[in-house]
């Protein structure tokens, strides 16, 4: 579990683009593409923004209908994959 006041950046060699609300990541050291659906975007966003995750969540907590639980599984669950995938690093 990552903690709530922990703070993510994203990879340098990570470039990014807003595709109609929605984020493309390339990623120049593997050469792979991603892409990140409007809610992922705005944690994207805010991790470029240096916000930690508590401040992501909460920001998010105001914009969805969503329990706080439930949203800090799935914020917790991107920011693992982000890790795993090599496009974001603990600050």
């Known amino acids: 579990m990552i903690a709530s006041a922990e703070t993510f950046r994203c990879k340098p060699d990570v470039l990014f683009q807003e595709v109609s609300g929605e984020i493309v990541l390339l990623d ?3 050469e792979r593409y991603f892409g990140l659906n409007s809610t992922g975007a705005r944690v ?3 991790l ?3 916000r930690t995750t508590e ?3 909460s920001g998010l ?3 969805f ?3 706080g ?12 994959e982000l890790m795993q995938a090599g496009l974001i690093e603990s600050a």
């Open 69 to 80: 639980a439930q949203l800090d599984q799935d914020v917790n669950e991107l920011l693992e």
């Open 28 to 30: 120049l050291v593997s």
């Open 44 to 46: 994207w966003q805010g």
């Open 65 to 67: 209908d969503v329990s």
């Open 61 to 63: 907590a105001k914009e």
């Open 55 to 57: 401040e992501i969540i």
């Open 48 to 50: 470029s923004e240096g």
